[in-house]
């Protein structure tokens, strides 16, 4: 059974920093891409920031030079390091692993909520 857990959401202020994990279970993580996404109230779900399985990154432009993807294949955890927060990332934060695009997998999410 695959699972992606999310953790380490929560309610900061506006300049603050959080760190989000996700652990994953049931796939072999070292194969998979992974992604955060998030989605907040009345808005389309949307891509934060991507890893591939070789490292490589990719970033929204909103989130560029404030937010940081990695992986530890050998706790099977994807991060997302997200400081200077500001009140416009508050949204639900979903973890997803990818495996081509036959395998996707999607976490439970995680509320992070940024207050000015």
């Known amino acids: 059974q695959v699972q992606l857990v999310e953790s380490g959401g929560g309610l900061v202020q506006a300049g603050g920093s959080l760190r989000l994990s996700c652990a994953a279970s049931?796939?072999?993580?070292?194969?998979?891409?992974m992604g955060w996404y998030r989605q907040a109230p009345g808005k389309q779900r949307e891509l934060v920031a991507a890893?591939?399985?070789?490292?490589?990154?990719n970033y929204a432009d909103f989130v560029k030079g404030r937010f940081t993807i990695s992986r530890e294949n050998a706790k099977n955890t994807v991060y997302l390091q997200m400081n200077s927060l500001k009140p416009e990332d508050t949204a639900v934060y979903y973890c997803?692993?990818?495996?081509?695009?036959?395998?996707?997998?999607w976490g439970q999410g995680t509320q992070v909520t940024v207050s000015s």
């Open positions: 997803r692993g990818a495996l081509y695009t036959k395998f996707i997998y």
């Open positions: 049931g796939i072999i993580f070292s194969r998979y891409d």
């Open positions: 890893i591939t399985t070789g490292g490589n990154t």
